[in-house]
């Protein structure tokens, strides 16, 4: 059964403080509403130990926005899995549209991440997704095709029967107001789970969690649910607001 997750990406925001009341104020919710899905926050990196120990008692597992492909070293500014590991973090947002733009990311290094993640048994979040120019020209099935099959060409299927998740966010909807329509979104997640079966097998295919991101947003989120192969949510702005966030978690059903 695949598992349901709504995750929140809160990107370069929030100060300390703010990111610990909101962290908190969001587990006082989840302990009395008992939410059917999981929920995942990635705050920044500066603030990741303090919230992992904030959430302890939580059921609200706390992610890494962006992981080193190297062990250690030196590498200054990164952030390696072994180091994410010791304080309590077990999963990794990789690939996001914003690494591979601003940062010149490429699938392979993408895949060399999530190798690096499974060797310390911790999980990764896979992000995909075509600029509008490739959606216009009608090449949005093979970048995204392209974007899964080299980023997971070298894993073990056991390691991503048990641990993967994909988030599918256009690039054209991310935080630009656009969201692609719940028959756009549906369409792709199928693509997605149809080209892990033909990489990976069906086994792998239809236990692999794939997430919706592209200004999710308290208003879109329902009608997204409701297809088929949207297991839920990678969500940005909105999961900065604590009442938008968890109308989404809520949506989740």
């Known amino acids: 059964m695949r598992r349901k997750i709504v995750a929140g990406n809160w990107k370069m925001n929030l100060t300390f403080q703010q990111a610990r009341e909101l962290a908190l104020r ?9 939410p059917i899905a999981e929920i995942i926050v990635a705050p920044p990196h500066l603030y990741l130990e303090q919230i992992n120990k904030d959430l302890r008692n939580s059921t609200i ?17 990164d952030v390696s899995a072994e180091q994410l590991l010791s304080i309590g973090t077990k999963i990794s947002i990789v690939g996001h549209s914003e690494r591979r733009a601003y940062h010149y990311e490429q699938d392979k290094y993408i895949g060399k991440k999530i190798t690096h993640l499974y060797e310390h048994g911790m999980s990764p979040i896979l992000c ?7 959606r216009e020209q009608g090449k949005h099935f093979d970048v995204v095709e392209e974007q899964v099959t080299i980023a997971l060409e070298r894993q073990d299927p056991e390691n991503l029967k048990k641990n993967l998740i994909v988030a599918y966010e256009p690039v054209w909807a991310i935080g630009t107001g656009k969201t692609a329509t719940p028959d756009q979104a549906q369409e792709m997640h199928a693509f997605i789970r149809k080209t892990i079966g033909n990489q990976h097998g069906l086994s792998v295919a239809n236990r692999t969690t794939i997430l919706y991101g592209g200004s999710v947003n308290a208003g879109n989120a329902r009608d997204l649910f409701e297809q088929y192969d949207i297991d839920g949510a990678l969500v940005g702005g909105a999961s900065l607001n604590l009442d938008d966030f968890t109308t989404i978690i809520s949506a989740r059903k």
């Open 26 to 34: 969001l587990n006082t919710w989840v302990k009395a509403h008992k």
């Open 128 to 134: 995909v997704g075509e600029k509008l120019e490739d």
């Open 61 to 77: 597992t706390v992610a890494s926005q962006n992981v080193s492909a190297m062990p250690n070293g030196a590498f200054t500014g």
